[in-house]
């Protein structure tokens, strides 16, 4: 009975004892992740582009880059050694300005024919041929036959004999030629009238109303009405850098590069008369006006001239109407 007593005593102490203790701490962690998790963003968002260069964006192809920074696309593919100007990444770093110290490439001029003349004879040589050819002063110049006898007399075969290439001067032209002969120009309009600002003559690149001005809703230049197939002409002289359709919303669009700080744009174009690299003069007619890659469908020539690559109001520099 006494053992029961004793038992009991002990594990009521012990049930005490345990009841009177204090459970440990739990140390919440869970804030620090989240944290941490917000934090990363900030730490990996895009760097900003260095003063030059541009970072490929969404959308964004190698034309669109050029004209954004008024460069001629192919200085990009040089300046950044792209072999696929179709072949851009997003986030790629482009360099959009000429790098300090490059020289401009220019196209190679290919030189004149070469003449040729014979090679002066010896003294010696030159002596003994003079002695052989020699006649005397009282004679007369006689009229013999071709060598070989075979052949009537005539005055071409005089010529022939005496070393005349009388055949140059009456030979027909060649077909390269001839076509080149038979090829129109592309001709110059003179325009109306002209503007001049920052030392660039400026005139209309078509002659019908304005149906759309400069920052109106999306707009980054003005446009113009017309019908298909009117006349689009060079609003400036410049280069050609740029013809074709690769550019969404543009159509069938020129670019005109008129000198290092301006270019002019031309689209919607339904057909393009002029090349890339084209050498080009105000007033001369470049493309025909159409309604390609337009919303509404109608005929329009969209026009912009930008700055640096900026897009400005084309008429604070074209003519008043």
């Excluded at 009521?12 to 009841?19: D, G, K, N, P």
């Excluded at 880059?65 to 179709?86: S, T, Y």
């Excluded at 007399?153 to 027909?172: D, Q």
């Excluded at 110059?188 to 030392?199: I, N, Q, T, Y």
């Amino acid at each position: 009975m006494n053992r029961r007593l004793c038992a009991l005593s002990v594990s009521s102490l012990l049930l005490a004892a345990c009841a009177g203790t204090r459970p440990a701490p739990v140390e919440d962690r869970t804030s620090a992740p989240a944290v941490a998790a917000t934090a990363a963003p900030a730490a990996t968002a895009a760097p900003a582009a260095r003063a030059g260069f541009h970072i490929v964006s969404k959308g964004e192809t190698l034309y669109s880059i050029a004209l954004e920074h008024g460069q001629d696309w192919r200085d990009l593919v040089i300046w950044n050694r792209i072999e696929n100007p179709n072949l851009i990444r997003i986030g790629q770093e482009l360099r959009v300005a000429q790098p300090e110290g490059a020289v401009e490439i220019r196209p190679i001029v290919t030189p004149g024919a070469v003449e040729s003349r014979p090679l002066e004879p010896a003294p010696q040589q030159a002596a003994a041929a003079a002695a052989t050819t020699a006649e005397p002063a009282n004679s007369t110049v006689l009229k013999r036959e071709p060598r070989g006898g075979v052949e009537a007399y005539s005055e071409e075969a005089l010529a022939r004999m005496k070393g005349a290439p009388l055949a140059a001067a009456t030979a027909a032209p060649t077909p390269a030629a001839a076509a080149a002969a038979t090829t129109p120009a592309v001709p110059v309009v003179a325009p109306e009238s002209s503007r001049s600002e920052d030392g660039i003559e400026w005139s209309w690149p078509a002659q019908g109303r304005i149906i759309g001005r400069f920052g109106e809703g999306s707009g980054k230049g003005v446009d113009v009405s017309g019908k298909l197939g009117d006349p689009v002409l060079a609003a400036a002289g410049g280069r050609v850098v740029y013809a074709g359709e690769a550019m969404r919303g543009y159509g069938k669009l020129v670019i005109i590069k008129h000198d290092n700080t301006y270019l002019s744009a031309y689209a919607h174009n339904s057909r393009i008369l002029v090349q890339e690299r084209d050498t080009v003069k105000r007033g001369q007619r470049i493309a025909e006006l159409g309604d390609t890659d337009t919303e509404a469908g109608k005929p329009r020539l969209h026009f912009e001239i930008r700055r640096q690559g900026k897009p400005v109001d084309p008429l604070k520099y074209l003519p008043p109407r």
